[in-house]
């Protein structure tokens, strides 16, 4: 039980998210969650809008369940397998956050003195909840995938597109982390 | 009742990532950092076995539990939608921690703060489709 209750090192997440795709495989669907955004537009409407959502969107429900298991799977494995929340970071990452403002970083699994309630209408909290969410609604979908759909399954099977939106994935995340976070945490 | 499969796929999907840390904002810093291997070994290891089971798939043309061939369908072959729309989720990757599974995960772990981003990333889809028609195409 010890070894379900810690953090799980890399060489066992890696091979079960590639259990998690190809399962998806031998249940006739292919992998990807970002499209679930658009499913849910489509379902409130948007095809009223924009032909982007007009699509036979009762063929994608399988995947609302998927995601809705996310949420369950995020539940147990939070209130029953991590008795811990704390991550163990390179001390170097420590510092930096230190020094840009964030205290105990990895005490907590995220810094909720960012992520809260109180904080959303702040200007720090509309940049990274609601500036930052849009930025992934609308960079996965005009991308086409996001990091389960390109980057798990499209670098497995070996797609072109999906190696450019990685490159992508990393200049958008190296230009945030390093030349704009420092100025807004 | 055949769509509970998927419920279960995910639950499994949801207790790896978290507890991988994959959905940790701490831990994508560390990684657009370099500061540590860990997100690197967990995606790195993730697409080597996933290449080395999609060839036997496609060797061994096997079929899925309904008897149908798997097929993998290929994502069409553009260069500035992936590269500006990969840019443009990069740098909400980055803000947020979060993609979007690990978005609806962490609504599960119990940020329920969270339950914005998710919106403000329906809303981030909604207006691609608005303007998807302005925005370069190949």
Known sequence: MEFITQPWPWYVGGPLITLVMITMFFFGKTFGISSTLKTICSIGGAGKVSDFFK??????????????????????????LSPDYAVTLNPKTVESLQSLGIQNPGAEYLPTSIFNWDNLLTSQGIIFMIVGGLLVGFGTRYADGCTSGHAITGLSNLQWPSLIAVIGFFIGGLVMTHLILPHIL | MNKVKFLFAGIVFGIVLTKAEVVSWYRIYEMFRFESFHMFGVIGSAVV???????????????????????????????????????????????????????????????????????SALLGTFLFGLVMNKLPQK
Request: aromatic share 18%; with cysteine.
């Open chain 2, 49 to 119: 076995l996933g290449i080395i089971c999609i060839q036997v798939i496609k060797r061994f043309k096997l079929k899925d539990f309904n008897g149908q061939p798997i097929i993998i369908p290929p994502k069409q072959k553009k260069f500035w939608p992936p590269l500006i729309g990969g840019t443009i989720f990069g740098l909400g990757w980055a803000l947020t921690g979060a993609c979007p599974g690990p978005i609806y995960i962490i609504i599960g772990n119990g940020f329920l703060v969270f339950i914005v981003v998710f919106l």
């Open chain 1, 55 to 80: 699509f036979d969107w009762q063929s994608a429900v399988w995947n609302l369940f998927f995601v809705a298991g996310c949420i369950i799977g995020g539940f147990i494995a939070a209130n029953y």
